[in-house]
Antibody, heavy 118, light 106 residues
């Protein structure tokens, strides 16, 4: 069974940094492209970033480009999201997702809540 | 960015057929996907590439369309289908989602 478990969320002040992790199990992690998708409270979904199965290719949404960095450790079956220069509008539940093919999200974690507030 | 437009809400009775639409501001080929999200839960993939049923999803769900107009159909609707349904495109950069259609049962 595919499992994705996010961690690292919490309350952080504007301008500070936070690093999210996603532990994957139930599949060969190094075979799949992975992604982060977020959802602001009572809002819709927004794709944040994706990374290729080997980690050499990354791709970001415009709202986080230059501030967030997606990475992975295939030996640990773990996906990361380093979030710098956080803003109030980054407040959201962040989901880790496994890509199913060109661009769709086949499996999702339960999410971790990030709140950016002073 | 490619804007995906969905109707905000629908209400249907159990046993009926419901169609949820998603219109793209520009062509997305067949790269339109559908998700179901129940309150307090993560989204779940229902349909990928317009018409392909995701693993484990009941055959009551189906998808159709190409280009700019797509439809998710549930037939027949069951009480457990109460949820918000999102479309998402992955043909154009960046990937974008619709705002969601909230399905309520009468």
């Amino acid at each position: 069974e595919v499992q994705l478990v996010e961690s690292g969320g919490g309350l952080v002040q504007p301008g500070r940094s936070l690093k999210l992790s996603c532990a994957a199990s139930g599949f060969t992690f190094s075979d799949y492209n992975m992604a982060w998708v977020r959802q602001a409270p009572t809002k819709g979904l927004e794709w944040v970033a994706s990374i290729s199965y080997g980690g050499s290719n990354t791709h970001y949404g415009d709202s986080v480009k230059g501030r967030f960095t997606i990475s992975r450790d295939n030996a640990k079956s773990t996906l990361y999201l380093q979030m710098d220069s956080l803003r109030s509008e980054d407040t959201a539940t962040y989901y880790c997702a496994r890509h199913g093919g060109r661009g769709w999200f086949a499996y999702w974690g339960q999410g971790t809540l990030v709140t950016v507030s002073s | 960015d490619t804007v995906l437009t969905q109707s905000p809400a629908l209400a249907v009775s159990p046993g009926e057929r419901v169609s949820i639409s998603c219109r793209a501001s520009e062509g997305v080929n067949s790269y339109m996907h559908w998700y179901q999200q129940k309150p307090g839960q993560q989204p779940k993939l229902l349909i990928y590439k317009a018409s392909n049923l995701a693993s484990g999803v009941p055959a009551r769900f189906s998808g159709s369309g190409s280009g700019t107009d797509f439809t998710l159909t549930i037939d027949p609707v069951e009480a457990d289908d109460t949820a918000t349904y999102f479309c998402q495109q992955s043909w154009n950069d960046p990937y974008t989602f619709g705002a969601g259609t909230k399905l309520e049962l009468k």
